[in-house]
């Protein structure tokens, strides 16, 4: 992988949805374990939701059923679909890569990681 671009953050209402993606460049992608990340300015970046490159899922305890994150290979593109959105979802949101399999919530684990794109969330 050369780079990761994140895309679908804006602002939004209490209670509407996003679809965030994360396109990468390069070669090879299926071979990479992916993650979505985020990060509230003064805190640090957390993890939400991994993807491994069979296609296996695990989120965070916070999650609740609210996020899910999914790939299409074909596409180089990971997803990320955020229901209920509650103004605490207000953060940057990061996508990383590892190549090989990984479902590590820990950002340290990450190699590739993309700019970011803001979510905000209005009451």
């Known amino acids: 992988l050369v780079q990761l671009v994140e895309s679908g953050g804006g602002s939004v209402q209490a209670g509407g949805s996003l679809r965030l993606s994360c396109t990468a460049s390069?070669?090879?992608?299926?071979?990479?374990?992916l993650g979505w990340f985020r990060q509230v300015p003064g805190q640090e970046r957390v993890a939400i939701a991994t993807?491994?490159?069979?296609?296996?899922?695990r989120y965070a305890d916070f999650v609740n059923g609210r996020f899910t994150i999914s790939r299409d290979n074909a596409k180089n593109t990971l997803y990320l679909q955020i229901n209920n959105l509650k103004p605490e979802d207000t953060a940057m949101y990061y996508c990383?890569?590892?190549?090989?399999?990984?479902?590590?919530?820990?950002?340290?684990?990450?190699?590739?990681w993309g700019q970011g794109c803001q979510v905000t969330v209005s009451s």
């Open positions: 993807i491994d490159h069979y296609g296996g899922t």
């Open positions: 390069g070669s090879d992608f299926r071979s990479y374990s």
């Open positions: 990383a890569a590892v190549r090989g399999w990984s479902n590590a919530l820990v950002q340290g684990n990450y190699h590739y």
